[in-house]
């Protein structure tokens, strides 16, 4: 907890995928004031994504699944850099960038519950 499903439209190599999550999992990290050793990062690439009816060359959609709750300005600042991170790691423009926030209530690990 957290947990980061990370979609993008074009194919990333290992090392572009190790570097984008390192630097999306310290951001959430920091952030959210979680130890970075309980983050889980998830990244697909390659996903056909669409945004105004037309397929998106250079897009994501980041989700960000957090255990209890968080501020509308948390997840402002957090959203400022991941959207920083992939303009520079990727070059996408911001405006093909959506990020959610789901704050979970129940969340187990290791055989019990947070």
């Not at 995928?17 to 004031?33: Q, T």
């Not at 991170?85 to 911001?94: A, G, R, T």
Request: contains cysteine; proline residues 6%; glycine residues 4%.
């Amino acid at each position: 907890m957290p947990y980061i499903e990370a979609k993008f439209t074009m194919p990333l190599d290992q090392a572009k995928k190790n570097s984008i999550c390192e630097k999306i999992e310290n951001s959430v990290s920091a952030n959210f004031r979680k130890p970075k050793s309980f983050v889980m990062m998830e990244i697909s690439d390659n996903m056909p994504l669409r945004m105004n009816g037309m397929p998106l060359k250079k897009g994501a959609y980041i989700s960000i699944k957090l255990f209890g709750t968080t501020t509308k300005p948390v997840c402002s600042s957090c959203t400022s850099e991941i959207s920083n991170i992939l303009k520079k790691e990727l070059d996408i423009d911001s405006k093909n960038i959506y990020i959610t926030y789901h704050p979970v209530e129940f969340w187990g690990w290791d055989r019990q519950m947070f």
